[in-house]
Each structure stands twice: as C-alpha cells, then as structure tokens.
C-alpha cells in the first residue's frame, strides 16, 4: 500500500470509530496549519517542515517502487513495468488526479510473437483555467541490472547507506518521479498553484516507442493547454544543483563490411583474402583523430556560434576538473580548463567508437577471419546540426575512404537513430521560476547546464507543441544511473521533494 495505516489525528479531533493512514491524517492536519498561515515565508515553511517529517514515508514508497523490476529492454518482464504503471496510476488517483492509460500499439520481437506496449499515463491533477499548466514527463522502466553484474547489493532491494540509497531506478527515473509526485502531494494541502499534467512512459530505457506518436496525436487535445513542459530525468554537472536548457542529439551509425560466405580459418585463408576486419579498422580509424577532432569534412559547418552570454554560463559553472578526471579513471582528458571540457561534452559534437559485432570477442583465442563484420559509431550533433546532413556527411566520406584502399569487399553505411539536438530559452518564464525555487531550498544560485546526452523526448514536446520544455532534474553527477551501485543520495532525494514544492509555488505565475 501506498500509505501506512495508522490510528492519528489533529490536536482536539473527536476519536472516530476508524483509524485514517498517517500521511492523509497529517495532509489534513497541515491543511488547518496551514489556512491561518497568512504569508507565503510561513506557508512555505510549513510545507517544508511536513516534508521533512515524512522522510521515512517517502524513502519507504522508494524502496516499494525500485523492488519493481520494470526493465523495459526484456520482453519477459514487460508485465512488470506494466505494473509500475499502475502503482503510479494509483498514487496519483489518490492524490485526486485523473488518469488515462494510454495504448500505443504493440512490439514485434525477433521471434514473431506480438505483446502490446506498456501503456502511457496520461494525467491532469486541477484544472483551474485561471491558473498556469504545468506538464512534466517522467519515465518508470529502468536499464537491466544483475547482481553478478557488479552491484555490491540486490539491485531491487534499496538499500540505504551512508547517506545514500541504493537501488537500479533510484536516479533514473523513479527516484526523480516519486520526488515529483510527493512534491505535488504535500503542495495540494493548500491547494495546487498550478494545474500539473503528467506523461509517464515505460518505454524510454529502450528508445520511447510509440511515445512520439502519442504527442503527436494529442497535441490538439491532452497538451493543448500546457503552458511549460519540465522533464525529469537529468543529473546535475556537480553538487550545485543544475537547470539543464539543452541537449546533444545523436547520430548512430552501422557500417558493415563483407568479404566472404563463411568465416575463415587464419591457417588456411589469412594472406589470400582480403580481410573485412582490416577494411573496418582502416575505416574507424579515418573518423576522429587523437586530440578528439571528427575528421569528416563539413561536420562542423552547421555547428551554433559561441556567444560571450554562453561564455559567461560556462566561467560561472561549479566544475572541478580534477574531480572529474579522477571519477572517470583517466590519466589525462583531452583538454584541460574547465570551460574546454565541458563545452566538448556538451555543446560540441562528438564521436565515439562502440564496438564491432561479428568479431571474435570471447577469452581464449580463435584464429577466425570473420566474414562479416559490423563497426558501430555515433556522432553526438549539436544545434544546428541536422541528422539528415549529417548522414550524407557520414555516408560520402566512408565510401571515398574506402574507394581510396581500393577494397574488393563489400561495404555499406547505415544511420539507424538520427535523433535531433535540443536547445531552450533561458528567459522563459519557468526557467525564472526554477532558479528562484532553487535558491528558496539550497540557498545558492543554479548552474545552468546543458547534457550531452540525448533527451528526445525534449524536443519532440519543443518541436510539436511549440512550448518552452526545461529539464529539471535531482540526480548527482556520480549517482552512476545506468551502471553498477546506481545511487540517490538521501539529500537530492528529500531536498528534491522541496524544489519540486517550491519550484510549483514559482510556477504559478504566467
């Protein structure tokens, strides 16, 4: 259950013949507190205060949420995220929101079986037309997890420790959602300030399917009186709490080589063939030089001028490069001040090599010559950069660079994700409302960050609603979201509750 049972009430309350749940109890007690408070500094004290009395409530809901195992990569436990769906479908019923579920079709797997997609929530809490409209995305699937994968603990049992809580989804999203809904909870004591609209997916750890769609078809309807958008899901760029205004897109790429029907045995065809391994190593190793540069011509062209105002954002920004060399394990990064590192992160491309599939990869050794082998890339584009340019790019200069080693083989380049960068205005009004929100709960200015990874999500709601989407988001940047001990820490999480309180408050003003 969603809210533990037991016997309470406000000072001077007649005994009834039933005990009421402790948090609907100390809601309505807070309520009576909270009428005679006439200034926003009491109210808003009040609301805080209530917060930090219910931590334990709040991390017991997390641990009853990460037990889930709502990984949305495996087929046979896509019935568990669809059961995440309806424990939040629950809780937000609860809180008095109205809930859709959803459909957005089905997934075909490589085996021929159908099953159907988890549904989508679709939920509005107040619909008061003087008041603003808030719409927050979320996402309840979570990257798979295995103990025997490195995790000091069961990564579905939370584990709480050393100011930390444990557990897969802590961060990414769960963590950040039930932050979110607890927030809205406490702040409808009062009375929302604000209507909040909810969009939470089970489907975004395995590429959003059908999510785009759904916008798309509901633009008119569901988001037509959506004033702002805030997503959920982003980890601050140090221990300042970050409002995140833009994202890198991504450029993924096959390209794959053939030299022969079968594989090979080295003994018997090595220095009579032409080897498909060889033609794909020359090929990755024409795509970025040692300082980190793309070499494909043009990549650079579309890419958005620096302005002094965003030199300004980056000199302001709490970042240690040190601490940040030291987290990733490197010896050496590839540049060395603060602004040069983060801007190559975030609002520069990059190109990263990933893998090649069809190469012998096990321990041992197998001295095969693999017939076909696939080398897997991405370009993370940056505004305004266009997929569509860049996989021309991409295309063109591979295939005059293996026309040039005059080849016999077969070669072919594939773009098999072209999602799109992402950028908002720092003067719209909800980013006004963040940064006076952060300073009511941590007391210090935002940094105001960009990612560079890709949220699409973001731009799908930019793109098709044409409303300003800010990303406002609670998890550290060492909370390891899709890696082994994935980690909230007990602070972000409850200090979290507040800023999504208090950000509400901000918000309620057009």
Known sequence: ????????????????????????????????????ATASPAAQDQLFSYIDTHQEDYVKRLKDWVAIESDSSEPSKRHLVTDMMHVAKEMIEQMGGRVEMARIGDQELPSGQVIPLPPVILAEIGSDPTK??????????????????????????????????????????????????NAIEASAIDGLPVNVKLVLEGMEEAGSSGLDKLVEERAGTFFANVDYFVV?????????????????????????????????????????????????IYLLNTLVNSSGHILIPGIYDDVAALTEEEKELYANLTFDVDVFKANVGAKKL????????????????????????????????????????????????????????????????????????????????????????????????????????????????ADMIRVGGTIPVANTFQVVTRKSVMLLGIGGPDDASHGQNEKISRHNYIQGIKLYAAFLQEGASR
């Open 132 to 181: 603003s409209t808030i719409c927050f995305y979320g996402h309840l699937d979570v990257q798979p997890a295995k103990k025997e994968d490195g995790w000091a603990t069961d990564p579905y049992t939370l584990v709480d420790k050393n100011g930390n809580l444990y557990g897969r989804g802590t961060s990414d999203d769960k963590g950040q959602v039930l932050a979110l809904l």
């Open 232 to 280: 959920t899901d982003t980890a601050w760029a140090s221990n300042t709490p970050g409002i995140t205004y833009a994202a890198r897109g991504n450029c993924y790429f096959f390209v794959e080589v053939l030299c022969a029907k079968k594989d090979l045995h080295s003994g018997n065809f090595g220095g009579a063939v032409h080897e498909a391994m060889s033609d794909l």
């Open 334 to 445: 590839l540049y060395d001040t603060k602004e040069d590192v983060l801007m190559h992160r975030w609002r520069y491309p990059s190109l990263s090599i990933h893998g090649i599939e069809g190469a012998f990869s096990g321990s041992g050794s197998k001295t095969v010559i693999p017939a076909k082998v696939t080398g897997k890339f991405s370009i993370r584009q940056v505004p305004n950069m266009e997929p569509s340019v860049v996989e021309k790019q991409v295309t063109d200069y591979l295939q005059k660079k293996f026309a040039e080693r005059d080849s016999p083989n077969e070669v072919k380049v594939t773009m098999v994700i072209g999602a799109k960068p992402w950028i908002s205005d720092l003067k719209e009004p909800q980013y006004v409302a963040a940064q006076k929100a952060v300073r009511r709960v941590f007391h210090v200015d």
């Open 1 to 36: 259950t969603l809210f533990r049972s037991a016997a309470g009430g406000c000072a001077g309350d007649t005994p009834g013949p039933a005990a009421p749940p402790t948090m609907i109890t100390s809601l309505a007690c807070m309520a009576l507190l909270m009428l005679t």
